[in-house]
T-cell receptor, first 108, second 116 residues
Framework: SQQGEEDPQALSIQEGENATMNCSYKTSINNLQWYRQNSGRGLVHLILIRSNEREKHSGRLRVTLDTSKKSSSLLITASRAADTASYFCATPLGKLIFGQGTELSVKP | NAGVTQTPKFQVLKTGQSMTLQCAQDMNHEYMSWYRQDPGMGLRLIHYSVGAGITDQGEVPNGYNVSRSTTEDFPLRLLSAAPSQTSVYFC???????????????FGEGSRLTVL
């Protein structure tokens, strides 16, 4: 069974809006990672947040981590059509285990 | 650096045939892994390696073999292909080996396999 679960499974927004995706996981972790996958391509690492961090920023990305609720969220601000992709969270359990992903569609 | 290179990009097999998906990385990464991606299933870990000579099973290892004779290469072998192995396969590597595979993963572009 997979460690992480993303919510929602699909999200459609207009350009300029913010997009929020959530990830819940099952066991204790020392970090959580977010990846992006453009259609037909390999995954690309976006951001890593450690278990002792509550929030982390990278450009238009903001990630939060709540270890008490075993959940994380990824916020993309001022979205662009080029942000259209699938987004995955991943947790290390000796090896990285991925969730099923959120498919984000940003309409121009 | 080429990063993570997978070959072939596309392959069609008949049921019962065997083949090897190749994966090579030029970043001197200790950790390498294979995932398969199916619609609605996300990525599932097949096998992984924390260093040369060391391999271990992931979530869905049945029907696949791996070996790690060098740091650079981590081939995935399908022993007797089945239609259920139709999927997109991704190889990934990271710096973190014996520390537990928790580092950032670098992915190849994928190998699309169809088993008829």
């Amino acid at each position: 069974s997979q460690q992480g679960e993303e919510d929602p499974q699909a999200l459609s927004i207009q350009e300029g809006e913010n997009a929020t995706m959530n990830c819940s996981y099952k066991t204790s972790i020392n970090n959580l990672q977010w990846y992006r996958q453009n259609s037909g391509r390999g995954l690309v690492h976006l951001i890593l947040i450690r278990s002792n961090e509550r929030e982390k920023h990278s450009g238009r990305l903001r990630v939060t981590l709540d270890t008490s609720k075993k959940s994380s969220s990824l916020l993309i601000t001022a979205s662009r059509a080029a942000d259209t992709a699938s987004y995955f969270c991943a947790t290390p359990l000796g090896k990285l285990i991925f969730g099923q992903g959120t498919e984000l569609s940003v309409k121009p | 650096n080429a990063g993570v290179t997978q070959t072939p990009k596309f392959q069609v097999l008949k049921t019962g045939q065997s083949m090897t998906l190749q994966c090579a990385q030029d970043m001197n990464h200790e950790y390498m892994s294979w995932y398969r991606q199916d619609p609605g299933m996300g990525l599932r870990l097949i096998h992984y390696s924390v260093g040369a000579g060391i391999t271990d099973q992931g979530e869905v290892p049945n029907g696949y073999n791996v070996s790690r004779s060098t740091t650079e290469d981590f081939p995935l072998r399908l022993l007797s292909a089945a239609p259920s192995q139709t999927s997109v396969y991704f190889c990934a590597s990271s710096y973190s080996g014996r520390t537990g595979g928790g580092g950032e993963l670098f992915f190849g572009e994928g190998s699309r396999l169809t088993v008829l």
